[in-house]
């Protein structure tokens, strides 16, 4: 199985959950419902690409995008941006 996240962290230096993770998600679930056993194999799917990544000797760090609305006092994550940090390659 090819690791279409470590690919990418490869080429680009990060990857976005929104941009990045999510349409590989979309592509290799995109047929199965989306119910609480899918929403389990997703996060397994994305653990173990990560994993593979780290034992690949590509250490990453996870970067939260923030937004909000200042005159409320809220506060949003937009986004979860891997970045390379170190690696072997």
Known sequence: MENKIMQ???E?????M?????PILFE???EAPLNEQT??????FVRQQLGAVQCAGINIICVPQFSGVPQ??????NDVVYEVISSCW
Do not use: C, H, Q
């Open 8 to 10: 990418l962290l490869m």
């Open 72 to 77: 409320t006092g809220t506060l949003f994550v």
């Open 39 to 44: 929403y389990a194999l997703m996060s397994d």
């Open 12 to 16: 680009k230096g990060r990857v976005s």
């Open 18 to 22: 929104n941009n990045d993770i999510f």
């Open 28 to 30: 290799e679930f995109g």
